[in-house]
C-alpha cells in the first residue's frame, strides 16, 4: 500500500534532517507532532538541494540540478516521486497549498549557486528571498493550517526571520564561501580586507530583521510557537558569538555552537515561553 512508501518517505526526510541539522532538529521536536513530518518534507527538500550545489563537487552540478527540478515538478503533478525526499515533500505542498512561487523562487536561487558569484544589492536581494525568505513562508503555510488571514498578517515576520538566518549563515561559513566555493554574497565588501566596520552594517541589517521577527513569532499559534522561538534563540546564541569575534578571525573560521549548548538553550526557551520573557 502507497501509505507504507509515505511512512518511510516521511522516515527519510526525518533522517536527513536530524544527519545534517542538530539545531533544527531540537526545534522541531517542539513543535506540535502534527508538524513533524510536514516540517521534516519541507527540510529534507531544501537540504537536498543545497547539498548539489555544495557539496557534490565530483558530479555535473548543472545536471543533477536540472534533473531534481524536474523530479519536483513530476512529483508535484503527479503527486508521487520514486525519490522519498520528493514525495515526502509533495505530500506536505498538497497538504498545506504551499505555492509554486515560493517553490519555483527557491530553486532559482540555488541554481545561481551552481556558478560562482558576486552579488550586487538586486541579485543579494533576490537570492535571499529564493533562498531563505520563501522557505520561511513554506514553513509558515504549514504552521498557519489553511488560514490565509493570519499567513498573511505573519508573512513580513516570518521572512524576516528567514533572512537573519541566512545571513547569519553566510557570516558563520565566509571561509567556505569564499575561499572553497568562490561566492560573496554581501554585496559591496571587499573580503581580502573584510573591516569591523563592515561587519557591523551587517550586524546591524541582521539586529533589526531579528526584532521584527520576534513579533511575529509572538503572534504565531502555540502549537507552532515553541519551536520557532527555540531556533529563534539558537541563531540569537550564534549570532552574539558571530558579533564577539573580530571580523578578520571570522574570515578564518567557522563559528559553532556545541551541541550540549544547544541542549542548555533548549531548556532556556522552554523556561522564557513559560514565563513570558520573550
Known sequence: MKQIFDHVSASCSKLTTRRYSTSFSLGIRFLSKKFHDPIYGVYGFVRLADEIVDSFHDYDKVYLMKKFRADTVDALENKISLNPILNSFQQTVHSYGIEWELIDTFLISMETDLKSTVHDKESYDRYILG????VGLMCLRIFTELDSNLYD???PSAMKLGSAFQKINFLRDLK?????????YFPEVDFEKFSSAEKEIIQADIEAEFNAALEGIKELPV?????VYLAYIYYRKLFSKIKET??????S?????????????LFQSVIRLKLNLY
Open 131 to 134: 533562498s531563505a525568505e520563501v
Open 153 to 155: 498578517a505573519l508573512k
Open 176 to 184: 567556505a564561501d569564499y575561499y572553497d566555493l568562490g561566492r560573496t
Open 223 to 227: 502549537s507552532s510557537r515553541t519551536g
Open 246 to 251: 573580530p571580523a578578520e578571525k571570522v574570515m
Open 253 to 265: 573560521t567557522r563559528i559553532r555552537i556545541p551541541d550540549i549548548n544547544k541542549v542548555g538553550l
